[in-house]
């Protein structure tokens, strides 16, 4: 039988401690070629698009996830899981919580392989879906200190400073603007939808873990190119995404495309991450496959 999960169910059984170790076995698996992640693709429906990301473990799975971008809100995404063996559809997962947990989770795998192993402070940039789904995970993987929240809207990041107290014990406090959140900061997040910077290297203390996921295009990026110039280490969680952007992404053509590694072959001790006290960046893309990835592992801890 067809398993259909909501929201309220994917909140109930997806735990973050349990996404970032699926997370990190998907990332491994995509290096280690087990895992099938192109990049995603879409079809032009007049108005807006039909977006796909695909994946496939051979011999196991495959399946989609479905989003669009007509601009209804909230509006609801699909995830779909098949048996390899017959095809059936073993699952699906309706709503908007799947898709965010799961790149919080892959968040949290980067920041644990990344970021310094001590570090306690962190800065969250925008107060979205996906940047409590940073948090989520980000709080799992390190005891965080000290958490600055800062967005254009005070009420906005008010509230997320105290949700993040009372669900997740973590001590954040909303900042009055970007500099001073990031001040001092050794993680920070950056989870906008501006399409100019709105952070400058020279704000980023030496050493500090950067995490980008929004806008990352020629002529449209979050961040300033100086802190591309200014970190040791940049990485990706899909180069195959990277290479697939239209327009291309901010790396296209300059020094700095050549300098991007995956984030599973770092993981598999393939590609070289943090050594000492480097500046790294990380640039959250979306490796295709990770939300179907999630869906099965759930159905198959499912009773």
Do not use: C
């Not at 949700?163 to 500099?179: F, I, K, T, W």
């Not at 399409?195 to 990026?221: E, F, M, N």
């Not at 295709?288 to 801890?301: I, M, Q, W």
């Amino acid at each position: 039988m067809t398993r259909i999960l909501t929201d309220e169910a994917i909140r109930a059984q997806l735990d973050a401690p349990s996404a970032i170790a699926w997370m990190r076995e998907a990332l491994l698996a995509e290096h280690h070629g087990r895992l099938v992640a192109p990049p995603r693709t879409h079809t032009e429906l007049g108005n807006g698009r039909l977006v796909f990301t695909t994946g496939s473990m051979p011999g196991e799975w495959f399946g989609y996830r479905s989003y669009d971008t007509f601009g209804t809100r909230p509006g609801e995404q699909v995830v779909v899981v098949h048996g390899a063996a017959d095809g059936r559809v073993r699952g699906i997962a309706v709503g908007n919580e799947l898709g965010p947990r799961r790149v919080g989770a892959i968040g949290g795998v980067a920041a644990d392989a990344l970021a310094d192993p001590a570090a306690d402070s962190l800065a969250i940039i925008g107060t979205g879906r996906q940047a409590w789904a940073q948090l989520w995970a980000l709080s799992t993987v390190r005891d965080l200190a000290a958490v600055w929240i800062y967005s254009r809207d005070p009420q906005r990041r008010d509230a997320f400073a105290s949700r993040a107290r009372s669900e997740l014990g973590v001590p954040a406090r909303s900042s009055a603007g970007v500099q001073e959140a990031v001040d001092g900061a050794e993680m920070i997040v950056l989870a906008t939808s501006s399409p100019s910077p709105v952070l400058s290297a020279g704000w980023v203390r030496p050493g500090a873990y950067v995490t980008t996921l929004g806008p990352k295009q020629v002529g449209s990026t979050e961040f300033d190119l100086d802190l591309v110039s200014a970190a040791d280490v940049l990485v990706t969680d899909s180069m195959a995404q990277i290479g697939a952007y239209a327009p291309p992404n901010a790396l296209t053509g300059t020094p700095h495309e050549g300098r991007l590694t995956a984030l599973g072959a770092v993981l598999a001790g393939a590609a070289p991450g943090r050594q000492h006290a480097e500046r790294v960046m990380f640039f959250s893309v979306g490796l295709a496959g990770t939300e179907v990835f999630l869906l099965s592992k759930l159905l198959d801890r499912a009773p």
